[in-house]
């Protein structure tokens, strides 16, 4: 039986228990990435739906795949095209009889895979869970609430309790690839012809990819043990090491964050829990909430906002020339890494809904194109939450002055961006 694994926000092998399958069940997968030309969309608001700096994350992330299955003694093969392309050409040119994938159940990826099973109904899809702990179908959508401190009273316990095990991988099934290789693209084809360079002062000096993910657990966790003051420092600003910075891998799937969480309940085993090891869970239920929050409310995530769009004053929010030095500094780390703490993105979101009352769909379609970090529940969720738009009524306002004072008091942040 010939496959297709179906890489999406998945890029890994570790905790993908639909590519294991597919590997136990067929004598042939052919691992697949389709770079989707909806990536290179223009949005509403004049910009690119993926600037530079979320392409080179994907392409690393893809660099680091493609090496672990050449290690197997597989490859992954890349096509750029729409979905509904790459697969009418992949199913005329091979035999296939299954697609496995991860389960996504975001509206595009939700549409694509519809039109699979519909278009192609003599085939089979086999899906497995998605990068979450609990698993929206066990939920009852109308038993979520959308107030943060209520979902965590009633479904805390549940998620500090899930336990995970990951049985090894294994390939030796798979490893007669019959494809002709020449028609994948190199991973370096995303990033070719664009002129972006990671910033040296980078808050987020890493590579994309499993390996890079797997190092930084290590690191935060066991060797340098940070994770023992990450209730303090989270708030910070400047430098690699006041936050997790799990969330990249996290979104495109180079991390499970059911692995994430066996390490972190490891480490507390081994060497003691304290606030903020509990704090780090405690954020890692906000990204399960959003998701579920998308569950229940659907599209109204993305819902039209109640201001307006005013072209001018986004503009200087978005080119970092607000003339607030606070927020001129966090976009212009934004612009310049596809990074920003998440102080600095409450702050910057505020300004623009509140501050400059413009439309809050633009500023989370810009943090969408450029974050490399981009989850779409987590994004348009925050920003809602933040505006007091779509499925959260109530606004959450932030004082900049107050806030660089307290969090910028020596003018470093704003130094180190603007000087
Ligand atoms: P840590 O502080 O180390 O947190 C650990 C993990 O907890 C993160 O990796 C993330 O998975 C989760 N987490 C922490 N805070 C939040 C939060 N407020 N909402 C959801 N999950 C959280 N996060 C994204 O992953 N993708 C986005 O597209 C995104 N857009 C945002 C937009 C706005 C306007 C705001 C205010 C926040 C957004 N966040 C987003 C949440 C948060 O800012 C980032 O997750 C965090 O800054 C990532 O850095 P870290 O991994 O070092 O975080």
Not at 53 to 66: G, P, V
Not at 133 to 160: G, M, P, Q, Y
Not at 380 to 393: D, L, S, V
Request: charged share 25%.
């Amino acid at each position: 039986m010939n496959s297709v694994y179906w890489f999406r926000k998945d890029l890994r092998l570790h905790d993908i228990p639909a590519f294991k399958k597919a590997c136990l069940e067929s004598s042939t997968v052919i691992p697949l990435f389709i770079i989707n030309e909806s990536l290179f969309d223009k949005t509403a608001y004049g910009f690119t739906r993926s600037a530079a700096s979320k392409l080179l994350f994907l392409y690393q992330s893809l660099e680091d795949l493609k090496k672990s299955l050449q290690d197997f003694g597989l490859d992954l093969l890349v096509i750029k095209a729409a979905h509904q392309e790459a697969f009418k050409e992949l199913f005329t040119k091979h035999h296939i009889d299954k697609v496995y994938f991860s389960e996504d159940i975001a509206h595009e990826e939700k549409q694509q895979e519809l039109w699979l099973r519909q278009n192609f109904p003599d085939k089979k899809f086999v899906s497995s869970s998605d990068n979450y702990v609990f698993n929206h179908s066990d939920f009852e959508a109308s038993s979520i609430k959308n107030s943060f401190t209520s979902f965590r009273k009633k479904f805390e316990n549940k998620f500090l309790s899930t336990e995970f095990t990951d049985a090894p991988l294994d390939l030796k099934a798979a490893l007669n690839p019959a494809i002709d290789w020449q028609s994948s693209l190199n991973p370096q084809d995303l990033i070719s012809g664009l002129e972006f360079e990671s910033d040296p002062r980078s808050a987020f000096p890493f590579y994309g990819g499993e390996v890079s993910a797997l190092a930084r657990i290590q690191y935060y966790l066991y060797e340098s043990q940070k994770i023992k003051s990450y209730k303090e420092t989270r708030n910070s600003l400047i430098g690699a090491d006041f936050s997790s910075k799990f969330s990249p891998w996290l979104a495109n799937g180079g991390l499970s964050v059911k692995l994430l969480m066996h390490e972190i309940k490891k480490f507390e085993a081994e060497f003691g829990s304290n606030q903020s090891s509990y704090w780090l869970k405690f954020e890692l239920l906000w990204r399960e909430f959003f998701k579920l929050i998308y569950y229940k409310h659907g599209l109204k995530l993305f819902q039209k906002s109640t201001r307006t769009f005013d072209k001018n004053k986004f503009q200087e929010w978005q080119e970092a020339r607000t003339g607030n030095k606070f927020i001129d500094a966090a976009m212009t780390e934004l612009n310049l890494t596809g990074y920003m703490s998440n102080r600095a993105r409450q702050n910057a979101a505020s300004y623009l809904v509140h501050d400059l009352a413009c439309d809050y769909r633009a500023g989370a379609y810009y943090f969408e194109s450029r974050l490399i970090d981009y989850d779409v529940f987590s994004n348009w969720a925050n920003w809602q939450y933040i505006a007091g738009e779509g499925y959260n009524a109530n606004t959450h306002i932030f004082d900049i002055e107050f806030q660089q004072n307290l969090y910028d008091k020596d003018a470093s942040f704003r130094k180190t961006w603007l000087d």
